[in-house]
């Protein structure tokens, strides 16, 4: 779960994410994102909607990359509308097919089902939180929430080491991605949410939580 107007997400974003690509450029996980618009940025609720439509034309991972380089550079102003449209005319995006599904109820009905997922997750402590498999990771001694970078990579290597072996007929992934940040997704997906995850591939029917979301895919090894 992460919001692009969250300074703390782009901290795990800065620290975390290429740990977390390597793991889907293998086949180990599945990376899916739940959008929120916490943080005190201006026009958050915006930036994530942005979010939200570039995923229908595969720009989703670009334009949050763009989005926390935002945070360090312009501030409370990082998510004007103009920065916005500039950035998606940047990447490529399509106007009329951004604007229909901006003006379409799809954004608010994803963040909707994304704040309802947040709520009912266990040991949800905000933007952001990772769940391996739906489960928020705690510590075995402490019981308090992993949060910090390299616990959360170490958790789900732990996962992963856990999981079955994956089976014969395993799907390969559509698209492999290539390299940090702006490459991050093997697939980006409308798809129904599980939570901001990190999944072991073979398990990832066991996620179901009831939003659209941005998915990053790998499913079997390479």
Avoid at 105 to 111: D, G, Y
Avoid at 124 to 148: F, H, L, R, W
Wanted: charged content about 15%; aromatic content about 4%; some cysteine.
């Amino acid at each position: 779960y992460s919001s692009p107007a969250c300074p703390s997400c782009k901290v795990f974003h800065d620290e975390a994410m290429d740990g977390l690509i390597e793991r889907v450029k293998t086949g180990s996980i599945q990376l899916i994102f739940v959008p929120l618009t916490t943080g005190s940025i201006t026009n958050a609720p915006g930036a994530a909607r942005a979010v939200i439509c570039a995923t229908e034309q595969g720009k989703a991972w670009e334009l949050q990359d763009v989005m926390f380089s935002w945070q360090a550079i312009f501030g409370n102003q990082a998510f004007t509308n103009n920065r916005i449209v500039a950035a998606l005319d940047a990447l490529g995006v399509n106007n009329d097919n951004y604007n229909a599904c901006l003006s379409s109820q799809r954004p608010s009905e994803v963040l909707a089902s994304a704040e309802q997922a947040a709520s009912g997750l266990l040991n949800y402590i905000g933007t952001p939180t990772i769940a391996i498999n739906g489960v928020v990771p705690t510590d075995s001694e402490s019981g308090e929430v992993i949060n910090d970078s390299a616990g959360i990579l170490a958790a789900i290597d732990r996962a992963i080491a856990q999981a079955p072996a994956p089976s014969s007929n395993t799907t390969a992934p559509t698209v492999e991605p290539t390299s940090a940040g702006a490459e991050a997704a093997a697939t980006e997906v409308p798809t129904e949410a599980s939570t901001e995850t990190a999944v072991p591939t073979d398990a990832a029917t066991a996620t179901d939580a009831p939003t659209a979301t941005i998915e990053a895919t790998a499913t079997s090894g390479g």
